[in-house]
Each structure stands twice: as structure tokens, then as C-alpha cells.
């Protein structure tokens, strides 16, 4: 254990207690309802939408599912703004814990699990930007999981968080649809949330496993690069 490993494993620790304090201590605990939006969110303009999408960075950023930051957004600005803010509150919160594992954790998971994060490597860091998109359709994983193991990976952070944002797309706009006032009853919009994430689901997964099936052809030699036709290419 070096002097800076040692360093850095005492800020991380003491960030993850700054923050258990300051949720318990401060209003923030109860900001990101519909009481909270009321009061200090609608109407309010600028203001306002600035004063969402810092409290959503954060919620997002500490493991808060950004599904619940969009839809509170659809229900604060509408669908389409709704589904712009809460996107940008999702990827700037995954620039946030991205950053922080980069440089406060990625020295303590090398030392500990150095075989483990040579294999997340291999997994993350070619394609980078189409596997994230991947991963961000799919219905199933942990937002801020995926986040700090990208940061402790070796994954250049441009494509990563690009195409976390690009991939968050769809679901956000599900959630902001269904925490939306527009001028639908309410049971048929959860009725049209639920089966656009099915079909949202449905296409991420088949996506990534399109995706990986070629990847593995690719890697085995079976298909070469001249025979990959434009859909197929699109997907690599």
C-alpha cells in the first residue's frame, strides 16, 4: 500500500461519509418529489430547470435510479423538455462518479482485483461508445454500478459519457412521458410507458446480442471486415 493509494482510499471514504452527513443533515433529503417540484421548480423558469438538474446530477450521481429524476422532469416540464433535462442531469451525474472512481478508486481495485478489471477492460474499452450505448438500452443493471466500474476501467471518457447520453434517450422519454400532464388519462399513459419499455428492452437486448454475436465472428475470423454489410458494420 503506497502513500498514494493510502490517500486517496481515506478521501474516498471520507466523500462516501460527507455525503451519508449532508443527505441526513440538509434539506436534500426530501428534494425529487412532486412537493418539492411544486414549490421550487415549476413556474420558476431558469431558475428552476438549473436548480433540477443540480439536484438531479447529484441524486444520479450518488446511485438514485435516473428513471425517477425523469420522470419528476416529465412532470415538471413536459415530455420533450422533461426528456432533455432529465437526460442531461443522468449524464452529467455519470461524468460525476465516473470522475470520482477514476481518480479516487481505480488505484484500489488494481491493487485488489487486478485480474477482474483486466477483463472488464477488455470488455469496455474497444468500441467503447456503441457498447455503452448497449448497455444503456437494456432494462436490467445499475446506472451508477456501470459508472463506477467504467471509471475504474481504462475507457476514455468522452465515448463513454457520450454514449451514455445518447443511450439514456429512450427510457428517459418513457419516464417523462409517464410522469407527464399531458392530456391523456392517467392509466393510458402508464399503459403507453410500459409497452415502449418493453419495446425498448426488447430492442437493446436485441441489439447487444446482435452486436456480440458478430463481435465474436469478427474475433474468431469468420467474418472479415470487407464482408460486413453497412447494417451490420453500424452496430460495431
Same mark, same amino acid.
Given at each position: ?11 474516498? &471514504? ?21 412537493? *418539492?417540484?411544486? $414549490?421550487?421548480?415549476?413556474?420558476? @423558469? ?5 436548480? &433540477? ?5 447529484? &441524486?444520479? =450521481?450518488?446511485?438514485?435510479? /435516473? $428513471?425517477?429524476? %425523469? &420522470? ?7 415530455? =420533450? ?9 443522468? %449524464? ?13 478508486? /481505480? ?29 444503456? #438500452? ?21 465515448? +463513454? ?9 429512450? $427510457? ?8 407527464? @400532464? #399531458?392530456? +391523456? ?16 428492452? @426488447?430492442?437493446?437486448? *436485441? ?10 465472428? $469478427? ?9 460486413? @454489410? ?7
Amino acid at each position: 500500500m503506497t502513500p498514494k493509494l493510502v490517500i486517496r482510499s481515506i478521501a474516498l &471514504f471520507a466523500l462516501l461519509i460527507g455525503i451519508g452527513v449532508l443527505i441526513k443533515t440538509t434539506s436534500l433529503g426530501d428534494m425529487l418529489d412532486k412537493d *418539492w417540484i411544486d $414549490q421550487a421548480v415549476r413556474g420558476h @423558469g431558469l431558475k428552476g430547470e438549473i436548480l &433540477f438538474i443540480a439536484v438531479g446530477v447529484f &441524486f444520479t =450521481a450518488v446511485g438514485l435510479p /435516473r $428513471q425517477a429524476v %425523469a &420522470f419528476l422532469a416529465g412532470y415538471a416540464f413536459g415530455i =420533450a423538455l422533461g426528456t432533455a433535462i432529465s437526460v442531461l442531469a443522468a %449524464a452529467m451525474g455519470c461524468l460525476v462518479t465516473f470522475t470520482v472512481a477514476r481518480y479516487l478508486a /481505480r488505484d484500489l481495485v488494481v491493487h485488489r482485483f487486478p485480474e477482474k478489471l483486466r477483463r472488464l477492460d477488455a470488455f469496455l474499452s474497444e468500441n467503447t461508445f456503441t457498447t455503452t450505448i448497449l448497455i444503456r #438500452f437494456l432494462p436490467l443493471g445499475s446506472n451508477v454500478l456501470t459508472n463506477l466500474l467504467a471509471g475504474v476501467s481504462s475507457v476514455r471518457i468522452v465515448p +463513454f459519457v457520450s454514449g451514455s447520453a445518447l443511450g439514456y434517450v429512450p $427510457q428517459m422519454l418513457i419516464f417523462a412521458i409517464a410522469g407527464s @400532464g #399531458f392530456a +391523456f388519462e392517467p392509466n393510458l399513459r402508464l399503459a403507453i410507458s410500459v409497452v415502449l419499455f418493453a419495446v425498448s428492452g @426488447g430492442m437493446g437486448l *436485441w441489439l447487444y446480442r446482435r452486436y456480440r454475436d458478430n463481435h465474436h465472428l $469478427q474475433n474468431a475470423g469468420v467474418v472479415e471486415a470487407e464482408d460486413v @454489410g453497412p447494417s451490420e458494420a453500424a452496430t460495431k
